[in-house]
């Protein structure tokens, strides 16, 4: 049985526009090069394991043992983050998508299907614009192309956490 799917590792990762940024690996991507390999970037106010519950769902079961899942977390968005300093420039969508790629190159992944949720989508998006020889395909889902504002925001997550009330 195939014991690469069960691997986990936080990792911390220096990057150029970010700084040092968490990054939640599901499955062993030191053999990346013989599984799929997901790359995950999360909304605003998510964090790197926004999509373990997608992840480690059963029905997923039969590809995990074949696949990689790398986290990329938000910097300031993780779980027990500290406040970020107000001297912290934060990064532009842009800064973010490049540093994926130090982020892939320091893992020494070569390929990735990006998987994204608003912001992230975004960014992905941008890091597939960028560097098209990275990128076997992409799954955006609610893509942004601008900011969203806070009612924008309000609109989004308030169904979301209504449906959390019910189920």
Known sequence: MDTSSNVVEDLVVQT???GQVHVHVLGDHKH???HAVFLTVHDF???GRS???FVTHPCLSEA???SVWIN???PGQGPNSPDIPLSYKYPSLQEICDDLVEVLDQLKVQYVIGFGEGAGANILARFAMAHPTRVLGLILIHPTATAAGLSEWVKHKLPAHKI???S
Request: with cysteine.
């Open 164 to 166: 959390g009330q019910v």
């Open 16 to 18: 150029t526009n970010c």
């Open 51 to 53: 999509f373990d519950n």
């Open 45 to 47: 106010g998510g964090n």
């Open 72 to 74: 990329f977390e938000l």
């Open 32 to 34: 990346a090069s013989h």
């Open 64 to 66: 995990r043992p074949r």
